[in-house]
Nanobody
Framework: QVQLVESGGGLVQAGGSLRLSCAAS????????MGWYHQAPGKERELVAV???????NYADSVKGRFTISRGNAKNTVYLQMNSLKPADTAVYYC?????????WGQGTQVTVSS
């Protein structure tokens, strides 16, 4: 069974930094792409950043210049370095992996940014 596990969330003051990690287990394949999404209370889940297995990246406009997505050396690991955090970044952050059209999600990790 494929599982994605996120870690690294927490409480940080505005202007601070956090690094999220995501590692998958139970896979015999490498994801075509991995990404991070976030969902704030009462809002839709939205793309934050995505990286392909060719290292192409795409970011939401709201995080460009502040967040960096990268792949780990281990298969199916991905990181999200979040700098200059804002209260508006407060949300549950989910890791997502895609393989041949199949989508896998992690359980999410809470990020709270205080003003």
């Amino acid at each position: 069974q494929v599982q994605l596990v996120e870690s690294g969330g927490g409480l940080v003051q505005a202007g601070g930094s956090l690094r999220l990690s995501c590692a998958a287990s139970g896979t015999r394949f490498s994801f075509n792409s991995m990404g991070w999404y976030h969902q704030a209370p009462g809002k839709e889940r939205e793309l934050v950043a995505v990286i392909t297995n060719g290292d192409s990246t795409n970011y939401a406009d709201s995080v460009k210049g502040r967040f960096t997505i990268s792949r780990g050396n281990a298969k199916n690991t991905v990181y999200l370095q979040m700098n200059s955090l804002k209260p508006a970044d407060t949300a549950v952050y989910y890791c997502r992996g895609v393989f041949l059209g199949h989508v896998y999600w992690g359980q999410g990790t809470q990020v709270t940014v205080s003003s």
